[in-house]
């Protein structure tokens, strides 16, 4: 498989991991329904998937975009980045994206949009003001790649699902820490109520790394197939020098949204321990830095 193949695999990856995210919490939704005995409950968390699918797939990049405080412009506003923006666009074949603006020092950027057709790509005014030419190009085609990869659809739903998975688990365990069982509850499996204990446990931590693993494998992805972009991959990796070695934590980062920036808004958490980098929403930037240094385009 190619870097041009790769567009029509991420779709179909991306709905295999919905369908997943899907299941689990359904999974979770019986578990909860056994250990009450109410299918209620159960058909509540069905009805709840479904609509946090719907409206993930509607509205997350405009949730993203107005929780980053993002605000549109245009190109009367900016013309040079337009322009680099529309020149990288014909380069990929892809539809001009809306752009947006977030008034921050740090450089950085992320794209949204559930498809190439509607999708936006937001940059800090650190990054235009920090970044050369041959950086910008870098850090907007590693953007450009995630949109024509299929990833921002991805990216976007998994905040809203994920989110979902945590908070229904923590509401439905405080409800049963606070019920008292009955008789006819007194009689379950306890294997079964157990495995119902583990996974309203678990099912939070698992649908956090499930995110997380995406995430980082995307970026190394988005790196390659952006460079083929530029044809220029030290562009991209100064870049990252530069966005990596600046001091302070976006304004607005939260962890929600921290997964969809080119690198981790946060600052003074980028240990290098496999725990940190289990539950690290990117890959080490030496290592992407080295990736890029090493390809022949």
């Known amino acids: ?93 892809l539809p001009m994206p809306k752009i947006y603006l977030i008034n921050d020092p740090q450089p950085n950027a992320f794209a949204t949009g559930r498809n190439p057709q509607n999708s936006a790509i937001a940059v800090t005014t650190g990054l235009l003001e920090r970044l050369e030419r041959t950086e910008l190009e870098g850090v907007i085609s590693h953007e450009l790649a995630h949109i024509g990869n299929r990833d921002i659809l991805l990216a976007t739903i998994l905040v809203v699902l994920v989110g979902l998975i945590v908070y229904s688990t923590e509401f439905f365990f405080r409800i049963s820490f606070w019920q008292r069982p009955s008789k006819r509850e007194k009689r379950k499996s ?55 070695k600046f001091p302070y934590p976006l304004k607005r980062a939260n962890n929600a949204t921290a997964h969809l920036y080119i690198i981790n808004p946060f600052r003074g958490k980028e240990s290098k321990s496999w725990l940190h980098r289990l539950f690290s929403t990117h890959p080490p930037v030496e290592e992407r830095i080295k990736a890029l240094r090493g390809m022949k385009v």
Do not use: H
Request: aromatic share 16%.
């Open 190 to 244: 306890p294997i079964l109520m157990i495995i119902g204990l583990i996974l309203m446990i678990l099912a939070p931590l698992l649908a956090t790394l499930i995110r997380l693993a995406i995430s980082r494998k995307r970026e190394f992805l988005a790196d390659a197939t952006g460079s083929l972009l530029t044809r220029y991959p030290e562009g991209l990796a100064r870049a990252l020098e530069k966005i990596s």
């Open 1 to 93: 498989m190619t870097l041009y193949t790769l567009a029509e695999s991420n779709i179909r990856k991306s709905w295999l991991y919905l369908a997943c995210f899907l299941f689990l919490i359904l999974l979770v939704g019986y578990f909860f329904a056994y250990f009450f005995q109410s299918w209620t409950i159960f058909w509540i968390a069905l009805i709840l998937a479904f609509l946090m699918n719907f409206f993930s797939y509607w509205y997350s990049d405009k949730i993203v975009l107005a929780l980053s405080g993002a605000k549109r412009i245009e190109k009367k506003d900016n013309p040079e980045l337009y322009r680099i923006v529309e020149n990288l666009c014909i380069t990929a074949g």
